[in-house]
């Protein structure tokens, strides 16, 4: 019913920058919250940085200062800049996000994307 679809994935060097874009599809009423997480292999998945409606953003200490998250509510789409790349930001991007639905329905439903891969040569 409702969907994500993240692009801008890749391979980059250590120091360079990419940007990840999330956008949501299907039927909802309103997009609360969207958020970025990342896992790498052997690890859990964690929050890189979140944006609630409102605009305040939350983000891991270890990307403070080098990833962006901005929204864009005409487009239903999230981004994620990322700049000044290391080889510890390596792993799959799975977009999230917070929705209500149209209609009587009052409850804040999730969805995830299916993720895309940042890998980050030394």
């Known amino acids: 019913q409702v969907q994500l679809v993240e692009s801008g994935g890749g391979l980059v060097r250590a120091g360079g920058s990419l940007r990840l874009s999330c956008a949501v599809s299907?039927?909802?009423?309103?997009?609360?919250?969207m958020g970025w997480y990342r896992q790498a292999p052997g690890n859990q998945r964690e929050l890189v940085a979140g944006v609630a409606s409102g605009g305040s953003t939350d983000y891991a200490d270890s990307v403070k200062g080098r990833f962006t998250i901005s929204r864009d509510n005409a487009k239903n789409t999230v981004y994620l800049q990322m700049n000044s790349l290391k080889p510890e930001d390596t792993a799959v991007y799975y977009c999230?996000?917070?929705?209500?639905?149209?209609?009587?329905?009052?409850?804040?439903?999730?969805?995830w994307g299916q993720g895309t891969l940042v890998t980050v040569s030394s």
């Open positions: 299907g039927s909802f009423a309103s997009i609360d919250a």
């Open positions: 999230n996000a917070a929705y209500k639905r149209s209609g009587w329905y009052r409850r804040t439903f999730e969805v």
